[in-house]
């Protein structure tokens, strides 16, 4: 079992910054992807990161240049760095664990591989 604790969201303006962490207590197995997903109200879950074991990563489109996920793994901890915030990108942002062994290639940010889920954080914008 991989318990996940996300930490960092809150309320900015347009153009503004946030960095979300998320710390995996007791989870002692890096080779498993671990990856943002957020969902807006009455929309679906999307994929917005993921990283691998190799440290590969892979981003929605949709914030490509402006978001940065990073891992460190001693400190058991993810993190996304999300910089030039728009109002679409308001959300609850959830840190997720999955596809053990595998790497972002074959996950490809679908969360079906995704197995161990955060309770969110939640990030708005305002413009």
């Known amino acids: 079992q991989v318990q996940l604790v996300e930490s960092g969201g809150g309320s900015v303006q347009a153009g503004g910054s946030l960095r979300l962490s998320c710390v995996a207590p007791?989870?002692?197995?890096?080779?498993?992807?671990m990856a943002w997903f957020r969902q807006a109200p009455g929309k679906q879950r999307e994929g917005v990161a993921e990283?691998?074991?190799?440290?590969?990563?892979n981003y929605a489109e949709s914030v490509v240049g402006r978001f940065t996920i990073s891992r460190d793994t001693a400190a058991k901890t993810l993190y996304l760095q999300m910089n030039n915030l728009k109002p679409e990108d308001t959300a609850m942002y959830y840190c997720?664990?999955?596809?053990?062994?595998?790497?972002?290639?074959?996950?490809?940010?679908?969360?079906?591989?995704?197995?161990?889920w955060g309770q969110g954080t939640q990030v708005t914008v305002s413009s």
């Open positions: 997720a664990a999955g596809g053990r062994g595998l790497n972002i290639a074959s996950v490809g940010l679908r969360s079906i591989f995704y197995g161990y």
């Open positions: 007791g989870y002692g197995d890096s080779t498993y992807c």
């Open positions: 990283i691998d074991r190799f440290g590969a990563t």
